[in-house]
């Protein structure tokens, strides 16, 4: 098992710039969810997704899209990237809301 | 409203010593989870610990426990005979939604 899988590891954008985060997991979990983590600040949940067709908003959703269209793949898209969205982001899944979750190992996003 | 406090930007232990990393939290709901995550200088983040609101037990995992006190709204950490590998940012979190603290750096000396 790969577990939950991101690419790219490392991107650098121009403003403006528009983009997909890829996120996968092979373990057949139906909760995703995408985190920003910017120092100082913890780890802020900006899309979630409880199953294949069903998203909703975390705490930080403006400027990001998601789709689940199934249940293995969870991007996270761009629409015009920002300086303030220059962040490390992690997917993560699981059985379950209430259950651990399992993280990517992040992808370094900067916006120049 | 911050959902989960961290008070502890960062902690220092002697190594083989016991730490506790504090964690409060505020929810309405009376079904949650609470976590603790590792992340080491390398960034990955790595479950330690879960308790379920209506467990009755204070959760352990070999040298880590949780000490929940429903009525305080805390989920303290606590590390037993710490190691030089525990060195690290440790966050609290809370489930339905994920909600992280801004983090603990333990650093342990030895």
């Known amino acids: 098992n790969a577990g939950v899988t991101q690419t790219p590891k490392f991107q650098v954008l121009k403003t403006g710039q528009s983009m997909t985060l890829q996120c996968a997991q092979d373990?057949?979990?139906?909760?995703m969810s995408w985190y920003r983590q910017d120092p100082g600040m913890g780890l802020r949940l900006i899309h979630y997704?409880?199953?294949?067709?069903?998203?909703d908003q975390g705490e930080v959703p403006n400027g990001y899209n998601v789709s689940r269209s199934t249940t293995e793949d969870f991007p996270l898209r761009l629409l015009s990237a920002a300086p303030s969205q220059t962040s490390v982001y992690f997917c993560?899944?699981?059985?379950?809301?209430?259950?651990?979750?399992?993280f990517g190992p992040g992808t370094r996003l900067t916006v120049l | 409203a911050q959902k989960i406090t961290q008070t502890q930007p960062g902690m220092f232990v002697q190594e083989k010593e016991a730490v506790t990393l504090d964690c409060t939290y505020d929810t309405s709901d009376q079904s949650y989870g609470l976590f603790w995550y590792k992340q080491p200088s390398s960034g990955e983040m790595i479950f330690l610990i879960y308790?379920?609101?209506?467990?009755?037990q204070n959760a352990t995992e070999g040298r880590y426990s949780l000490n929940f006190q429903k009525a305080r709204k805390s989920a303290n950490l606590v590390i037993s005979a710490s190691q030089l590998g525990d060195s690290a940012m440790y966050f609290c979190a809370m489930a339905d939604q994920f909600y992280f603290g801004t983090g603990t750096s333990l650093t342990v000396i030895p």
């Open positions: 993560a899944s699981s059985p379950g809301q209430y259950n651990e979750q399992f």
């Open positions: 373990m057949n979990h139906e909760y």
């Open positions: 308790q379920g609101s209506y467990d009755e």
């Open positions: 997704s409880v199953g294949a067709g069903i998203t």
